[in-house]
């Protein structure tokens, strides 16, 4: 998951930023709503953090904004306002989950969890390629009927290619969705994980699913006969 926080304070930040990404996340962060804007116009998010004071507009008007603009993804706002009225206000301007400072991380994961789990039940949880099997809810993968260990970065790029199988996905296009905005492109990081995965999904014995496409990118599908 590709995790956008808007926060304008930077100690706050990265202590969500730095946990997230522990968990697996990958986390842009946003010091004010009209930087958050833009980051949501430019990428593609499963998620936003939001604070509600922030310089300029405050985090309602910016979700406002984003709904307008068909920003699908699950909202939690993360706020010292607790009042009941501000979060009545936050729910009707389209928020998932409403969680008052000073909370615990584990908390916050935890209603994270159950908001892209609201999320993905209006849709299939499992997705099928082959005898390979992943499993969105609990995390897991399976090829044949033997569960493959993932790493959270392995598994991101794995959701990423089942989703989009049969079709090729390019290097950048895996970088935007499973990697945060200050990654570089250049690097060989993409080649490093796709062989991890191949090491791990296509072992020997088993017919290839993950394939390289020369001068496109790389793509998992099974081959015909």
Known sequence: MRVLIAEDESKVADQLATGLRAEGYAVDVAPDASAALKLANEHPYDLLLC???????????????LRRKDFAAPVIFVTARGDVSDRVKGLDAGADDYLVKPFSFAELLARVRAVTRRQRSSGPHVIRVADLELDLMARVARRGNEDVGLTNREFALLEFLMTNSPRAVSKTAIVEHVWDQHFDPETNVVNVYMN??????????????????????????????
């Open 51 to 65: 604070d509600v004071v922030m310089p300029g507009r405050d985090g309602f008007t910016l979700l406002r904004q």
């Open 196 to 225: 991890y995965l191949r090491r791990k999904i296509d072992r020997p014995g088993l017919k290839p699913l993950l394939q390289t496409i020369r001068g496109v990118g790389f793509a998992l599908r099974q081959e015909p006969e």
